[in-house]
């Protein structure tokens, strides 16, 4: 199995100090989790892509590219590119742009967006959430296959034998669809014989099964083989359990109270967060043996290939998550890739 990292660049208020940081100082801290996590071993790193003003990625191929000049073997994905608000030849040359600047570790994930920030930001209408990710992901998907393409649709002046450059070193760069729990977005995937990230941040893992299942049928149906399915997560990792969930639940909290604002969540409390990170929540808190066992746990759920976690959920002690990445990568990542491995008789 594949360990890796997610995040948005996420800003909110520094918990010890009161203020916040400012956007560069979060983006230097942000390039030093990267690059960290190729030195400790970690396969794969993920920046998501926001338009408001406590993330601060809102460009993740610009960042990443950057990462790239200081990595060696890490693959760089987007965590997501929200496709429906841009412009898939756009999305690709500058994936392409990274897997070449990147000797061919790009990967684009693309999804409909959790927020809505960036539909009026590039003059789209909410009214077609739906229509717009269909039509675009299926002329991402085409310009991935070839490099002239004819086309015409609903939301995208048409294209003529437009020829999209330059072409990535991967034949084809990796595209991945992010599914929230929807399982109309799961079947999609499948049909087109995709592989699907899927976002558990919360409710018990078991009730995701079916759209794994969802997902394997369709492409099963469409004749694919089977497609790679991601878990993606909420997690921090310290020495012991206690230490991981008081330096995580203060962040974790004044993130999720203010996004619970927008949607008419209540207020998450320590209670709710210390279930959450049990063996049956969706939350990866706590020491390295309990989230190494905690992603073994699931992997008998999904049978997945890849795990994502989000260490920074909210502002947190830039030291304390370089010593997370490093319990990821030293301590976690060898011994559940050990296990799968045996589990999948192969040899480790």
Request: proline share 7%; no cysteine.
């Amino acid at each position: 199995m594949e360990i890796g990292i997610y995040t948005f660049g996420e800003r909110t208020e520094d918990l010890e100090t009161g203020q916040l940081i400012s956007p560069g100082e979060r983006l230097r801290r942000l390039m030093e989790e990267i690059e960290l996590a190729d030195q400790v071993g970690l396969d794969v790193f993920g920046v998501g892509e926001h338009h408001r003003p406590d993330f601060t990625v809102s460009a993740p191929a610009v960042l990443l590219a950057a990462a790239a000049e200081r990595t060696k073997r890490i693959r760089l994905t987007s965590a997501v590119s929200v496709l429906s608000s841009d412009d898939p030849v756009r999305v690709f040359e500058a994936f392409a742009t990274l897997d070449l600047l990147s000797g061919g570790r790009a990967e684009i994930m693309v999804g409909r967006g959790s927020f809505i920030e960036s539909f009026p930001l590039f003059g789209y209408d909410l009214a077609d959430y739906d229509e717009l990710f269909d039509e675009k992901l299926a002329l991402l998907f085409r310009i991935r296959a070839s490099e002239r393409v004819t086309w015409s649709g609903k939301h995208r002046p048409p294209l003529n034998d437009a020829g999209v450059y330059p072409r990535p070193l991967q034949n084809p760069v990796p595209v991945w669809v992010a599914v929230g729990g929807t399982p109309r977005s799961a079947v999609r995937a499948g049909r087109l014989g995709l592989p699907m990230a899927l976002g558990i941040i919360g409710g018990m893992p078991e009730r995701f099964a079916p759209l794994v299942e969802i997902h394997r049928r369709a492409a099963r149906q469409a004749g694919h083989p089977p497609p790679r399915l991601s878990i993606n997560s909420h997690g921090f990792i310290a020495e012991t359990s206690q230490e991981a969930a008081e330096i995580a639940f203060p962040a974790f909290k004044r993130m999720m109270d203010r996004i619970g604002r927008e949607r008419g969540w209540p207020p998450l409390t320590r209670e709710q967060f210390e279930w959450s990170r049990s063996l049956r929540g969706a939350d990866f808190v706590g020491s390295p043996q309990q989230v190494t066992e905690k992603i073994l746990f699931q992997h008998e759920l999904f049978g997945h290939d890849r795990f994502l976690v989000q260490l920074t959920v909210g502002t947190l002690p830039h030291e304390k998550v370089l010593r997370a990445i490093e319990l990821l990568g030293t301590e976690v990542a060898p011994v559940v890739r050990r296990e799968t491995a045996t589990a999948a008789g192969q040899v480790p």
